[in-house]
């Protein structure tokens, strides 16, 4: 079983709300990722958790903020975003081997942002 | 220089034809190399990881990795029209970064 799981689907926002994106894996992957993928562009990666730690923030503004509750679960809270933030959400996860590992990252499949 | 590239451009292929997709790298110690398909509007799945120089093979894909040269490359063989997709390369950096490239889109045409 490779699957990863997020919630909401598809979210509609304001600028002022307060949102949160959900990811779950049982898989035992031990290293979760946020990514932000905008239409015909690669995924950009935002974070990344290892051991429930976030060992990876690539300069995300403050008005995303991950949260990692325990290994199964990865949150992504939303606050305050503006219209160049819509677009598809992904999650991945990968198992923890540390060094020179060879980890395949499964993704979920993403939650469709629009921010009004 | 980009850490991975993929040329650009759609391919289109006729159904039953072979797609070739390739792919270069930057960083020469890289060792772990994926080849993920989406389709619009859907996230990338996995179809194919190879980490030895050579060839791999598994069903109608066939990843090809050539460490000297730093290029990982995919074929398609009897493409279907459900082949249809974007292909996005992606190599394996350090701190578990996936470093991935533009993609391509390949259209089979029936």
């Known amino acids: 079983d490779t699957e990863v799981t997020q919630t909401p689907k598809h979210l509609v926002m304001g600028m002022t709300n307060k949102k949160s994106l959900k990811c779950e894996q049982h898989?035992?992957?031990?290293?979760m990722y946020w990514y932000k993928q905008k239409a015909k562009k690669p995924p950009e990666l935002m974070f990344v958790?290892?051991?429930?730690?976030?060992?990876i923030n690539e300069s995300v503004p403050s008005r995303f903020s991950p949260e990692c509750p325990n290994s199964s679960l990865l949150n992504l809270h939303l606050h305050a975003l503006q219209p160049e933030d819509s677009a598809l959400y992904l999650c991945?996860?990968?198992?923890?081997?540390?060094?020179?590992?060879?980890?395949?990252?499964?993704f979920g499949p993403g939650t469709r942002l629009l921010v009004l | 220089q980009k850490e991975v590239e993929q040329n650009s451009g759609p391919l289109s292929v006729p159904e039953g034809a072979i797609a070739s997709l390739n792919c270069t790298y930057s960083d020469r110690g890289s060792q772990s190399f994926f080849w993920y398909r989406q389709y619009s509007g859907k996230s990338p799945e996995l179809i194919m990881f190879?980490?030895?120089?050579g060839d791999k093979e598994d069903g109608r894909f066939t990843a090809q990795l050539n460490k000297a040269s730093q290029y990982v490359s995919l074929l398609i063989r009897d493409s279907q029209p459900s082949d249809s997709a974007t292909y996005l390369c992606a190599v394996r950096g350090g701190n578990n970064r996936l470093a991935f490239g533009k993609g391509n889109q390949v259209v089979v045409i029936p």
């Open positions: 991945a996860s990968s198992r923890q081997t540390g060094l020179a590992g060879k980890e395949t990252q499964y």
């Open positions: 190879i980490y030895s120089n």
């Open positions: 898989m035992g992957h031990r290293a």
């Open positions: 958790y290892s051991y429930e730690k976030l060992s």
